[in-house]
T-cell receptor
Framework: AQKVTQAQTEISVVEKEDVTLDCVYE???????LFWYKQPPSGELVFLIR??????QNEISGRYSWNFQKSTSSFNFTITASQVVDSAVYFC????????????FGGGTRLMVKP | DGGITQSPKYLFRKEGQNVTLSCEQN?????MYWYRQDPGQGLRLIYY???????QKGDIAEGYSVSREKKESFPLTVTSAQKNPTAFYLC?????????????FGPGTRLTVL
């Protein structure tokens, strides 16, 4: 069985603060992929990043960075110098060796960035 | 532009009625999915289909039905057997066969039972 836990249900920060969204996962598979999605108020999920289980290099894309640590089964997401437009619900998800390419989603973290 | 369309955006249903939510994609994706999202919660899988004329139940299929007669279309019917259908419904699609393929999502349909 697979499980993704996002312990932070809501985070509120002031613009320009850095913020880290936590994601902890469980799987018995050795080959798996982790994803982050953003859900703005409009409702549509937007894909942000994918990371495979064999690549523990951290990744940076502009103000976004991701820290993948297999030792702690975590795939955390940091936004540097947050902006109001970053306000959204963020989901972490896991896909492992199973039929149907099914994603297991965490419960999501609602990020509110105040001006 | 390639993408996924869902209609309607908002849907109101009286108790005891069946309603059908539309999902269409022009991405030439093989697999399609339906998720349900309740306030403050994550996404739960209702049904998925990897190929035309074939589909499987997800975690919460009771009270729902689907069909996959065309590659581009995967409509979801919410039946009267679904006791608490008020929720946000998201359709997604992906290239089948590989766990590394991200899913692409439609804009969603918000269903309210009156």
């Amino acid at each position: 069985a697979q499980k993704v836990t996002q312990a932070q249900t809501e985070i509120s920060v002031v613009e320009k603060e850095d913020v880290t969204l936590d994601c902890v996962y469980e799987t018995r598979d050795t080959t798996y992929y982790l994803f982050w999605y953003k859900q703005p108020p409009s409702g549509e999920l937007v894909f942000l990043i994918r990371r495979n289980s064999f690549d523990e290099q951290n990744e940076i894309s502009g103000r976004y960075s991701w820290n993948f640590q297999k030792s702690t089964s975590s795939f955390n997401f940091t936004i540097t110098a947050s902006q109001v437009v970053d306000s959204a619900v963020y989901f972490c998800a896991l896909s492992a060796n199973n039929a149907g390419n099914m994603l297991t989603f965490g419960g999501g973290t609602r990020l509110m960035v105040k001006p | 532009d390639g993408g996924i369309t869902q209609s309607p955006k908002y849907l109101f249903r009286k108790e005891g009625q069946n309603v059908t939510l539309s999902c269409e994609q022009n991405l030439n994706h093989d697999a399609m999915y339906w998720y349900r999202q309740d306030p403050g919660q994550g996404l739960r899988l209702i049904y998925y289909s990897q190929i035309v004329n074939d589909f499987q139940k997800g975690d919460i299929a009771e009270g729902y039905s689907v069909s996959r007669e065309k590659k581009e279309s995967f409509p979801l019917t919410v039946t009267s057997a679904q006791k608490n259908p008020t929720a946000f419904y998201l359709c997604a699609s992906t290239l089948a066969g590989a766990i590394y393929n991200e899913q692409f999502f439609g804009p969603g349909t918000r269903l309210t039972v009156l």
